[in-house]
């Protein structure tokens, strides 16, 4: 037994074993980029007492054994001490040159982590369980379904690369946010044909709301997504080959106003002119007569127009939408007008035209779409009337 190195208690140490003066117990390893490294632990054995006043935590041999089965399989064990914050930073830093939308989405996820106890947990110590929590506890904040799946996409996505490192085995994401969650989300309102004629009626004869009614129109015929709408300038009118050219969106935030490309890449298309689209553009046209007060990012003309000869935004329709709808029906109290927005118009455009028969890529292409399935979920909105219409057009 000469010179083997014992503990406190007459226990042999192992290679790379030693015990502090304090009474803690050290393992020495190098890890696979050649350096030194130290693991402690108030326990040599899992059965070992922890001293009076310390906390709770695995034995030194325990965490050996983790190193091993960490360096067997290929686990980069000096990077697991990595916060989600961490890997969530890393996992952008990927990818870095994204549009001002999906950057404020990021640092928006970022702060939610940063004020919550998740995001400063050590990757390796994450468990579905800890997920799971993590997005009940966004949930009693009043974050919506849709929201927290965002979110926890995004999450999951930063766990699969730690994975593909080498930093984890598991990702804790796997699991679908609905085992937990009841998805409230509500389902994208259609106008009926009855709801869209009160509604153009009512905007086109309003003292106050008259002068959204080209935008109106042109939203319920074209599709467009009302960034797009905002967005357009006089040189993306092709009066002659009837069809307007969508390349950019029109955004405005706490910065201003700036000019992006299309949502998706599926964005860039050309819309065709109904006869009925083209006589509202063209009024409009006569309206803006190069009114518009300034230029965004190289961008001019715009024709859609506030009071003060700036671009019309989002908001401001939302605004006006609401408005609009809130004095119908306070007028009209027998026949009231749903929740109305340029997405409730876009989707009742995409609606309509699924009913008509169109091809569902063609359709895709018109509303674009990136993903097949989004368009084919329009059909969901077909009823039995539509059913019919079908049956007497094979049947006779």
């Not at 999951?156 to 679908?176: C, E, G, M, Q």
């Not at 927005?341 to 674009?368: D, E, W």
């Not at 539509?386 to 057009?393: G, I, N, T």
Request: hydrophobic fraction near 30%; aromatic fraction near 10%.
């Amino acid at each position: 037994m000469a010179g083997k190195r014992t503990d406190s208690k007459g226990r042999i140490l192992l290679t790379g074993e030693s015990q502090r003066q304090d009474g803690r117990y050290a393992y020495k390893y190098t890890n696979v980029h050649g350096e030194s490294k130290f693991i402690y632990s108030w326990k040599l054995n899992a059965t070992d007492p922890i001293p009076k006043g310390k906390r709770q935590c695995k034995s030194l041999r325990e965490m050996k054994k983790e190193l091993l089965r960490d360096e067997m399989d290929g686990i980069d064990s000096s990077k697991k001490k990595m916060t989600v914050c961490e890997l969530y930073e890393k996992q952008n830093s990927l990818k870095p040159n994204v549009r001002k939308c999906t950057l404020n989405g990021r640092n928006q996820l970022m702060n939610l982590l940063k004020a919550d106890k998740f995001g400063s947990m050590y990757i390796e110590n994450v468990k579905p369980s800890d997920a799971k929590e993590w997005a009940l506890r966004m949930s009693k904040k009043d974050y919506a379904f849709q929201t927290i799946n965002n979110y926890k996409r995004s999450l999951k996505a930063s766990f699969y690369t730690a994975v593909n490192d080498d930093l984890i085995r598991k990702n804790p994401f796997n699991w679908k946010l609905t085992d937990i969650l009841t998805d409230d989300t509500k389902h994208k309102e259609v106008l009926t044909k009855e709801q869209t004629d009160k509604l153009l009626e009512f905007v086109k004869n309003d003292a106050v709301y008259n002068r959204y009614y080209n935008e109106v129109v042109v939203l319920l015929n074209t599709g467009l997504r009302i960034s797009e709408l905002c967005g357009l300038t006089v040189n993306d009118l092709d009066f002659e080959n009837g069809f307007i050219n969508v390349n950019h969106q029109l955004l405005r935030d706490k910065d201003g106003y700036h000019v992006d490309v299309p949502k998706t890449e599926s964005g860039l298309r050309k819309i065709p002119m109904l006869a009925v689209t083209r006589k509202a553009l063209q009024e409009q046209l006569q309206k803006s007569n190069g009114k518009c007060a300034i230029a965004v990012d190289g961008y001019s003309d715009f024709i859609f127009l506030n009071a003060r000869n700036y671009p019309m935004y989002t908001v401001l329709y939302n605004n006006a939408l609401n408005g609009l709808v809130k004095k119908h029906n306070k007028m009209y109290r027998d026949y009231e007008l749903p929740h109305i927005s340029p997405h409730v118009c876009r989707h009742t455009f995409c609606s309509n035209i699924a009913k008509s028969g169109m091809n569902p890529k063609t359709l895709q292409y018109i509303m674009g779409h990136s993903d097949i399935g989004v368009t084919l979920n329009t059909y969901n909105h077909l009823q039995f009337e539509d059913a019919l219409e079908e049956m007497k057009k094979v049947v006779g």
